[in-house]
């Protein structure tokens, strides 16, 4: 388990509430014309990595509610790669999806702000990693949409490479 002094837990928070205009950035620089293509099969295009953020985004908000609010959490994995299929991310219309990261980051990092010292030591159980707590949950989510943004930036430039 992860253990923050309040200035990173901070940092961290800050950090988790810009994630969302990076991820933004990220998409609008990539021209329509690109925005579905993939860099290999089996790999996301630009609109499936924002959708999945949708998901993912929403799954977070909830799972770090559980973890401070409920006793003994179970948090529950998903395969991203299969939600991507089933759910028809490449059909799925990315505003929508950036307006549910855009709203579920604005909700919970005004939660996250309010968070006394002893909720950041609650922890649960992860079906897929074993224990797992809010500040390891803060840990991933502070950079979750940092890291999907230079995944859209890495396909936009194999787009423009591939001449």
């Given at each position: ?35 579905d ?12 990595v ?72 609650r922890s ?25 943004a ?7 430039a ?6």
């Amino acid at each position: 388990m992860t253990t923050y002094d309040s200035e990173e837990r901070a940092r961290l928070i800050e950090q988790y509430a810009a994630g969302p205009t990076r991820l933004r950035n990220a998409w609008d620089a990539v021209p329509p014309e690109a925005r579905d293509w993939r860099p290999q099969p089996g790999e996301w295009s630009a609109r499936e990595v924002v959708c999945h953020c949708g998901d993912a985004e929403t799954n977070a908000a909830m799972r770090i509610r559980y973890l401070v609010a409920e006793p003994e959490p179970v948090i529950h994995g998903y395969d991203g790669d299969t939600w991507s299929r089933v759910l028809d991310y490449a059909s799925h219309p990315p505003e929508a999806a950036l307006a549910t990261v855009d709203a579920v980051r604005a909700n919970t990092a005004a939660l996250l702000d309010r968070l006394p010292a002893e909720a950041w030591k609650r922890s649960g159980t992860h079906t897929e990693s074993g224990p797992y707590g809010a500040e390891d949950w803060l840990r991933i989510y502070s950079k979750h949409l940092e890291e999907h943004a230079t995944q859209i930036d890495d396909v936009l430039a194999a787009w423009q490479a591939r001449g």
